[in-house]
């Protein structure tokens, strides 16, 4: 369990991976002809990881094209870079999403085409199950470990800027976000 805590936790939340989905999805929607994938199965199943993967390729390489610049992101490693990350601290104010309040101000400093927001609700890190004890009794497991029984919610709430405004929304955040958040 503590192992699939820091997996989440390092790996699979990771805010340079989760990015990354974010740059694919805006790919996605520039290039799929819909802005979404055929729910028809034959044309579904057209769609493959190497036709998506040779698209991005040939939108990095084609600088005319519409969706270069969301190809450039990925292909050639200049995504956005994290400038907020909710602090516990940062919920005192009121808000539940406090980097959604930061993104939508940021939104309106710098632009929505340099901002994006990444949420997921934090949820308990450890499952509840039953645990057989010695006497043949059933306890919880948060019952029989403290370690489970205290391991953190995990969650995402951060916001991410292009590279080119990072040091200034560093800078605005730093001199807004107590406004924003209502600190």
Not at 92 to 107: F, M, S
Not at 126 to 133: D, E, G, K, R, S
């Amino acid at each position: 369990m503590i192992g699939r805590h820091f997996m989440y936790k390092q790996v699979y939340l990771h805010h340079i991976r989760r990015v990354y989905d974010i740059h694919l999805k805006d790919f996605l929607l520039a290039w799929l002809p819909t802005g979404k994938f055929s729910i028809q199965l034959e044309k579904h199943l057209t769609v493959s990881d190497g036709e998506v993967l040779t698209a991005i390729r040939k939108a990095y390489e084609g600088q005319h094209l519409e969706q270069h610049t969301l190809a450039r992101r990925i292909q050639s490693r200049e995504h956005f870079r994290r400038f907020y990350e909710a602090a516990p601290y940062d919920v005192e104010g009121g808000k539940l999403q406090p980097g959604k309040a930061i993104a939508q101000a940021a939104e309106k400093k710098f632009g929505a085409d340099l901002i994006r927001y990444d949420y997921i609700q934090p949820k308990a890190a450890a499952p509840i199950f039953p645990v057989l004890v010695f006497d043949g009794s059933v306890e919880s497991s948060l019952q029989r470990s403290q370690i489970l029984a205290r391991m953190p919610e995990i969650g995402v709430d951060n916001v991410f800027c292009d590279k080119s405004i990072r040091l200034e929304a560093i800078a605005w955040r730093d001199e807004n976000k107590k406004s924003i958040l209502g600190l």
